[in-house]
């Protein structure tokens, strides 16, 4: 099946021209993504003051955490967002066969993210460590918890538009939609950029 030239307003063949600036995705995604980061900063807002206030419990319980697994996760959603937008690029070019194989590797890091995360909680479990062990673990399985149901959605996004590269004629519409799935990933991985921070380096 040949491939097919996508081009998205304000762009020929994959390069911006004239003064119009192209914005990916959707208005309202970007509504969305503005609230869902609105409210994750009112968590990271609380859990920096609860620290203040438990300073040396916070610090013992985080020497607790495996660092390892909060790298690792850290490196795969990196690498994942990096697929991702090659993914993009190779939609705009007219490349949905290279765009699927991107999503697809993409998607896997996320789904070994959720694996090492699961196997992460199961050791901290073993170890007795449960979110009513004290306040930082209450934060740490919440926002680590609700964090990994976005990586969940983000691969229902992803399985989503590996199945739209295979739709015939893909036009400046579907573009959009692909661009609108990459930023949600995108969110997905700087949430968890501030976790890590908030969680595993903060002293």
């Excluded at 690792?72 to 994942?80: A, E, I, M």
């Excluded at 306040?135 to 969940?152: E, K, L, N, P, S």
Aim: charged share 15%; glycine share 10%; net charge positive.
């Amino acid at each position: 099946m040949p491939e097919t030239m996508v081009s998205s307003p304000g762009t020929q063949s994959g390069v911006k021209t004239g003064q119009r600036v192209h914005v990916p995705g959707e208005a309202g995604l970007w509504v969305f993504i503005l609230g869902d980061m609105t409210l994750f900063g009112c968590f990271f807002a609380q859990f920096v003051f609860a620290r203040g206030s438990q300073t040396q419990l916070f610090n013992a319980s985080r020497s607790e955490l495996h660092i390892a697994f909060g790298a690792f996760n850290t490196c795969l959603l990196l690498t994942g967002s990096l697929f991702v937008v090659w993914a993009v690029e190779a939609i705009r070019r007219g490349r949905p066969t290279a765009a699927r194989r991107w999503i697809t590797v993409g998607a896997v890091t996320g789904v070994w993210f959720l694996v090492d995360k699961s196997i992460e909680w199961g050791l901290e479990i073993s170890r007795g460590i449960t979110p009513i062990t004290n306040d930082f673990f209450t934060y740490f399985f919440v926002f680590t918890g609700i964090h990994a149901v976005h990586v969940t959605i983000g691969l229902c996004v992803l399985a989503y538009l590996r199945r739209l590269t295979r739709r015939p004629g893909l036009g400046p519409r579907d573009l959009h939609t692909f661009e609108s799935g990459a930023v949600y990933w995108h969110l997905v991985d700087l949430l968890w950029i501030v976790l890590f921070a908030l969680l595993y380096l903060m002293a």
